[in-house]
């Protein structure tokens, strides 16, 4: 099974998500989502990068969180996931040992 990866151009991107050109420079400076940059140095972005905006924006409607609000906290959410996985890695190992 092959994987497919979308891309999209700046002007692509803002049309799609709805974020201005000006908040993409600031959401890329804060670390939001990263561009991949081609040879001639234009930024594309990719199908997930779609994803983490879409979430970010909702947020920003949710919780009228600025820009730098919301990088603090799609890393919160994420270290947060990233912590209940491990978790249920531990827990899965200690039932084995246990049993």
Same mark, same amino acid.
């Given at each position: ?6 891309? #999209?151009?700046?002007?692509? #991107? ?23 940059? @081609? ?5 594309? #972005? ?11 924006? &909702?947020? &920003? ?13 799609? @890393? $919160? ?10 978790? &249920? $890695? $531990?827990?899965?190992? $200690? ?5």
């Amino acid at each position: 099974m092959a994987n497919v990866t979308i891309t #999209f151009t700046i002007t692509e #991107f803002c049309l799609h998500t709805g974020v201005s050109e000006e908040e993409l420079d600031e959401i890329v400076g804060l670390g939001v989502i990263e561009p991949n940059r @081609t040879e001639d140095a234009h930024w594309l #972005f990719d199908d997930r990068a779609v994803t983490i905006i879409h979430r970010a924006l &909702r947020l &920003r409607r949710e919780l009228a969180l600025d820009w730098p609000g919301i990088a603090v906290t799609l @890393t $919160l959410l994420d270290e947060n996931e990233r912590l209940k996985q491990e978790n &249920r $890695l $531990l827990l899965q190992r $200690l039932q084995r040992f246990i049993n």
